[in-house]
């Protein structure tokens, strides 16, 4: 028997689990899932369904997460990560689905939250996740707002830099972005912390100070050691490039390294970073390439009325453009001759 569990240990120890957690960074959910389940093991293995549940909670896949995480909860009752999770999932489930099951689901959320902070005392993004729902929640599906202040204060005595996140949610589900923004300014940790700075980007991206926002998202992604966090980061300064007229060449630069990470997978924001991209290439005069960027989306299905307003915009701008350069380069003579032959026909 105990030969039998020193194997048994030997094969989960031999799992690439950093080598699911890159799938699980590049977006690569359909790779992930399909090498994932040719494991015998897998579910065997703590770390592996914590990979899985996010893979399927960052797809909104959010019934088979539940389904999954029912299981590994059940499995390994001393993870805190993966009660944590399953807390999530049935919180977002509850605000998602079915108002008879909302408040059920929900209460075992909320549960499964508290369980993962009892394990792990410092496990702050669940401490995050019950502060977010005691603030937001109506009271009669368990929200507390007194209770949500109370626990921020207690996580300021732990982590100033958590408390400012918490407190700032606190205010922004309160609809309090300027009061927010303030608390961030005044309290900012130095050096400052990249998800308090990605906060103070969104921030000040939703009141319109789109220079604070673009230089704060370039602090963000500096500061970022957490991949997702970094690429994030870097969309939103491509996007600001293009939407607020912001440093056209740092756009370009943060959107090829956002492609480059992204590329082959199936991070939905693709098409939209694509799109970005080749509005920059045609506003700094680069038409070649801004043709090949767009060309790459012609045959991509976008189900969003801008994007694609924006996309055929883009194609007529740059028809148009090519249309002149090639106008521009034919011999005088030629150009006198089209113009008399059109007149000809015309008459």
Do not use: C
């Amino acid at each position: 028997m105990k030969a039998l569990l020193l194997l048994i240990a030997s094969g989960l120890a031999t799992v690439d689990v950093p080598h699911y957690e890159q799938l699980l960074a590049k977006a690569q959910y359909t790779e992930l899932e399909h090498q994932l389940v040719q494991q015998d093991n897998y579910k065997q293995n703590a770390d592996l369904l914590v990979i899985y549940a996010r893979a399927l909670i960052a797809q909104k896949r959010l019934e088979d997460a539940n389904t999954l995480l029912n299981y590994a909860v059940e499995t390994f009752p001393q993870n805190s990560e993966l009660a944590y999770l399953g807390g999530l999932s049935k919180i977002r489930l509850a605000s998602d689905g079915n108002v008879f099951s909302a408040k059920d689901r929900a209460a075992r959320g909320v549960a499964l939250l508290q369980k993962a902070v009892s394990l792990k005392p410092d496990h702050y993004a669940a401490r995050q996740a019950l502060i977010d729902f005691y603030s937001i929640a109506p009271a009669a599906a368990g929200g507390d707002k007194a209770l949500a202040l109370q626990m921020t204060e207690q996580l300021a005595k732990e982590s100033p830099a958590q408390a400012l996140l918490a407190q700032t949610r606190v205010l922004l589900n309160d609809n309090k972005p300027t009061e927010a923004l303030a608390l961030l300014n005044s309290m900012m940790p130095d050096p400052p912390n990249a998800r308090l700075l990605a906060r103070k980007a969104q921030i000040e991206n939703e009141l319109a100070e789109f220079d604070a926002a673009f230089h704060s998202y370039k602090q963000a992604a500096e500061y970022a050691t957490d991949l997702t966090d970094k690429y994030n980061a870097l969309y939103h300064i491509g996007r600001l490039a293009v939407i607020a007229d912001q440093d056209a060449n740092a756009g370009i630069k943060a959107l090829q390294q956002y492609l480059q990470f992204y590329h082959d997978t199936e991070n939905k924001t693709l098409p939209w970073a694509t799109l970005r991209l080749a509005q920059l290439m045609y506003r700094t005069g680069d038409t070649y390439e801004a043709t090949l960027l767009v060309s790459n989306l012609t045959h991509v299905q976008v189900e969003d009325e801008e994007f694609n307003l924006i996309l055929v915009s883009l194609l007529s701008a740059l028809k148009a453009k090519q249309a002149a350069e090639i106008q521009h380069e034919l011999p005088q003579h030629a150009v006198d001759g089209t113009a008399a032959a059109n007149t000809k026909q015309e008459n």
